[in-house]
T-cell receptor, first 109, second 113 residues
Framework: GIQVEQSPPDLILQEGANSTLRCNFS?????LQWFHQNPWGQLINLFY???GTKQNGRLSATTVATERYSLLYISSSQTTDSGVYFC???????????FGEGTQLTVNP | DAGVIQSPRHEVTEMGQEVTLRCKPI?????LFWYRQTMMRGLELLIY????????DSGMPEDRFSAKMPNASFSTLKIQPSEPRDSAVYFC???????????FGSGTRLTVV
């Protein structure tokens, strides 16, 4: 199956800092999504972004499909950004959605 | 809108019993997804529906698992018989259509003893 690698596995920031999370994948994809799970377990689907760039407030994501990676940018981080960020992909040739192991982000006040 | 509503929030059952998890998607949403999250396996997409029709159930782990969507406002995920390794948090999510971000319910924490 397709391999999904997220980096870094853990990240600690001070409030106000910017960060970049990375998702590498091993095959061509037709579906790539970013999710955030807060410390209370609630899941939020942040972006559906198989290619290109999207922005939503302080968050933006870019997927370079030809180079098989996606980046999630968090600007001016807030404590509420803490949690685990997951990347998930679906191979273009057909397969089920596969999740990475996530990046654990902690934003300290 | 109340969002995606899942019930029950918590379920504890004995091995071998039938378990039914329920989901009410957001009104007007045409795609519905069931996910499972465990420490060992992480997040997994089990099945998704478009317009009440199951499109991809390749993530359903075994025949003990079944999902239905009898109408646009209700879906169930059934496990029969349940086993301890089914213990997990099960999430339901819905969206207007594939390709748009989905809204998640709060999840059902299932414990099989």
């Amino acid at each position: 199956g397709i391999q999904v690698e997220q980096s870094p596995p853990d990240l600690i920031l001070q409030e106000g800092a910017n960060s970049t999370l990375r998702c590498n994948f091993s095959d061509s994809v037709n579906n790539l999504q970013w999710f955030h799970q807060n410390p209370w377990g609630q899941l939020i689907n942040l972006f559906y972004i198989p290619s290109g760039t999207k922005q939503n407030g302080r968050l933006s994501a870019t997927t370079v499909a030809t180079e098989r990676y996606s980046l999630l940018y968090i600007s001016s981080s807030q404590t509420t950004d803490s949690g685990v960020y997951f990347c998930a992909v679906e191979r273009a040739s057909g397969s089920r959605l596969t999740f990475g192991e996530g990046t654990q982000l902690t934003v300290n006040p | 809108d109340a969002g995606v509503i899942q019930s029950p929030r918590h379920e504890v059952t004995e091995m071998g019993q039938e378990v039914t998890l329920r989901c009410k998607p957001i009104s007007g949403h045409n795609s519905l997804f069931w996910y499972r999250q465990t420490m060992m396996r992480g997040l997994e997409l089990l099945i998704y529906f478009n317009n009440n029709v199951p499109i991809d159930d390749s993530g359903m782990p075994e025949d003990r698992f079944s999902a239905k969507m009898p109408n646009a406002s209700f879906s169930t995920l059934k496990i029969q018989p349940s086993e301890p390794r089914d213990s997990a948090v099960y999430f339901c999510a819905s969206t207007y259509r594939q390709g748009l971000v989905a809204t998640f319910g709060s999840g059902t924490r299932l414990t099989v003893v």
